[in-house]
Each structure stands twice: as C-alpha cells, then as structure tokens.
C-alpha cells in the first residue's frame, strides 16, 4: 500500500467527476496502464498505529465484494499525504461513463419511458448485487440511483459507495448544494429504528424500481416528517397490527389516518407481476419485507433472459 513520493504521480487527472459528503472523485487516467479509472480521495482520522483498523478492514470488505460483477471493482489502494500532513486514501475504482440518475434523466428529458425489458434487466441485477452484499453482511444503507453505476451500452448495473461512509472517512465539510437525499429511505430508518436489517435496503430497492417505471420518485419528501406522510399517503398510515411495535420507535407520533391505496395508481404502467413484487418490496414491517434473493425468484423475472446477467 505504501507509494511513492505523491499517491497522485501514478495518475494523470483528467477531471473532477463528483464530490460527495466524504470527498472528492475524479476520473483519472492510470500512467502505467493507460486504464481511466474513477478516484476516491478520503481523509483519514488517524490513530496512533497509523491507518486505523476499521479502514482496514472496511477495505477489506470492499476487495472481498468486489468479486461481485454487481459491485464497482476497487482495484487499489494507495496511501499519500496532503498539503496539510494529513493521510490521504486514494481509492482506485473501475470507471463507470454514467449512473442511474442520468439514465433516468435522459429517458425523462425526451417524454420517453425506459423498456420494460430495460427494467427488468437492471432490476434483477440490482437484487443480485444486493444479495450479494447481503449474504456476506453488509448492508449499504444508502442505495439510489445516483450510487448505480452503469454501462450504457451493455446496460451493466453495479453498486458504489459501499459500507465506505461509515469507518473510512469523516465528512469534510456540509455540502450545502448536496442535500442528503431521504427519497429512497425506509420507513423505520425514518422513525428512527436503532436496529438496521437488510430490510432498509430493500425499502431502497422498491423506490428505486417505482423510479424507473415511471421516471420520477415515488416519494419525494423534503423532510423526515414530510417523507413519511408521503409514504403514509399511499401505503396507509401504519398501526400495530400493521406493524407491531411501530408505536414504539423513537421518532413515533400520532399521524394523519390515511386509508391505503392500490400501488398501481402510483404506478400505473407496470405489469400484475411487477406490481406484486414491489408490493413486497413495501411492507412495513421489516421482516415481513421481501429479501433480495427471494425478489430474484419471483415470477416477474420468469421471462428474463439471467445468462449473461
């Protein structure tokens, strides 16, 4: 991991591609190979031994779910120091020319609306690579389309940002341009559960379905309290025998009793199968809410051609 005199010498920035909470990312051009790759630079909070161990070891489960062709390729790791002394991460990222959102965008931009069989593809390689994520316990907690990389051409979907925000880095600074988006989070996060199950990302993964079928958010709220009277608004307000132990979440109050709605008038054009599996994507309660495997196997996927995907 170590490196020679600036992490930056093996790279040739060619632009700043994005900056998030935790820092900035450029597409960049490795020297040695020629390869244009995507760059992570994170800050450290150091410890006395250096790096600390839960970098290592979120790094470590980065490398490990990188086997996954769902999941973006961290392909190295290297170490420098900025201006300031401070160790900086750089991590070396396969690059992915677009991302969901912008997908979105275009389809929306021309009045279009994505194929049905687009759909498909990008939804069961969504729930592969959540499985994936899943069956080696971790849980990514922040899934929408912005974190779905792609491929425009051969429509390969893989996930990014993973597990990364929570042991590598500190946020830098507020980005105030970049408010943190609650549109695709679930219910009980919102309530203020302190116990996360795969659950919460599959929430993620319905909103995220609802988005590419009508090529706008199911629930645009832009408040905590606003974004679950939007979800109430359509599902119905929830209650114990809903959902036993909902009046018991932190963030729990009394609230407006709305009757719930058929799915599909949110979602008018897609099929009974489609319709059905989001439907359990939208449970309330979070055991009760489909898994990412079990989506995989459902009826709607029947007609899909899985060999390649």
Same mark, same amino acid.
């Given at each position: 991991? /170590?490196?020679?005199?600036?992490?930056?010498?093996?790279? /040739?920035?060619?632009?700043?591609?994005?900056?998030?909470? %935790?820092?900035?990312? %450029?597409?960049?051009?490795?020297?040695?190979?020629? #390869? @244009?790759?995507?760059?992570?630079?994170? $800050?450290?909070?150091?410890?006395?031994? &250096?790096?600390?161990?839960?970098?290592?070891?979120? @790094?470590?489960?980065?490398?490990?779910?990188? $086997?996954?062709?769902?999941?973006?390729?961290?392909?190295?790791?290297? =170490?420098?120091?900025?201006?300031?002394?401070?160790?900086?991460?750089?991590?070396?990222?396969?690059?992915?020319?677009?991302?969901?959102?912008?997908? *979105? $965008?275009?389809?929306? #931009?021309?009045?279009?609306? *994505?194929?049905? =069989?687009? @759909?498909?593809?990008?939804?069961?390689?969504?729930?592969? &690579?959540?499985?994936?994520?899943?069956?080696?316990?971790?849980?990514? $907690?922040?899934?929408?389309?912005?974190?779905?990389?792609?491929?425009?051409?051969?429509?390969?979907?893989?996930?990014?940002?993973?597990?990364?925000?929570?042991?590598?880095?500190?946020?830098?600074? =507020?980005?105030?341009?970049?408010?943190?988006?609650?549109? %695709?989070?679930?219910? /009980?996060?919102?309530?203020?559960?302190?116990?996360?199950?795969?659950?919460?990302?599959?929430?993620?993964?319905?909103?995220?379905?609802?988005?590419?079928?009508?090529?706008?958010?199911?629930?645009?709220?832009? !408040?905590?309290?606003? #974004?679950?009277?939007? *979800?109430?608004?359509?599902?119905?307000?929830?209650? /114990?025998? @809903?959902?036993?132990?909902?009046?018991?979440?932190? +963030?729990?109050?009394?609230?407006? #009793?709305?009757?719930?709605?058929?799915?599909?008038?949110?979602?008018?054009?897609?099929?009974?199968? &489609?319709?059905?599996?989001?439907?359990?994507?939208?449970?309330?309660?979070?055991?009760?809410?489909? !898994?990412?495997?079990?989506?995989?196997?459902?009826?709607?996927?029947? +007609?899909?051609?899985?060999?390649?995907?």
């Amino acid at each position: 991991m /170590e490196f020679p005199k600036s992490a930056m010498d093996a790279f /040739e920035k060619l632009e700043k591609v994005g900056e998030g909470t %935790y820092g900035k990312v %450029y597409r960049a051009r490795d020297k040695a190979t020629g #390869q @244009i790759v995507a760059l992570k630079k994170t $800050r450290l909070v150091e410890d006395d031994e &250096g790096v600390p161990s839960t970098t290592l070891r979120e @790094i470590s489960i980065l490398r490990m779910l990188s $086997r996954d062709p769902h999941v973006v390729k961290l392909m190295d790791v290297k =170490q420098g120091v900025n201006k300031s002394g401070n160790t900086v991460l750089y991590l070396v990222f396969e690059y992915m020319e677009t991302d969901l959102k912008k997908f *979105i $965008r275009s389809y929306r #931009q021309h009045g279009d609306n *994505i194929p049905p =069989q687009v @759909i498909k593809s990008l939804m069961y390689q969504l729930c592969k &690579g959540v499985d994936f994520c899943h069956s080696h316990g971790v849980l990514h $907690r922040d899934l929408k389309p912005h974190n779905l990389l792609m491929d425009r051409k051969t429509l390969m979907l893989k996930i990014a940002d993973l597990g990364l925000a929570r042991a590598v880095t500190v946020p830098l600074k =507020q980005y105030t341009h970049e408010i943190l988006t609650l549109w %695709y989070r679930a219910p /009980e996060v919102l309530l203020g559960t302190t116990h996360y199950s795969t659950a919460v990302d599959m929430w993620s993964v319905g909103c995220i379905f609802a988005e590419l079928v009508t090529n706008t958010a199911i629930f645009a709220g832009d !408040s905590e309290v606003q #974004q679950l009277l939007h *979800i109430f608004r359509l599902l119905g307000t929830p209650n /114990e025998e @809903i959902w036993p132990g909902v009046s018991k979440l932190k +963030d729990w109050h009394e609230y407006p #009793q709305w009757k719930p709605q058929k799915v599909s008038t949110a979602v008018p054009n897609l099929d009974a199968n &489609g319709l059905n599996l989001l439907s359990k994507m939208f449970e309330y309660e979070p055991s009760r809410r489909i !898994s990412a495997r079990k989506a995989m196997e459902h009826p709607y996927f029947n +007609d899909l051609d899985k060999t390649h995907l």
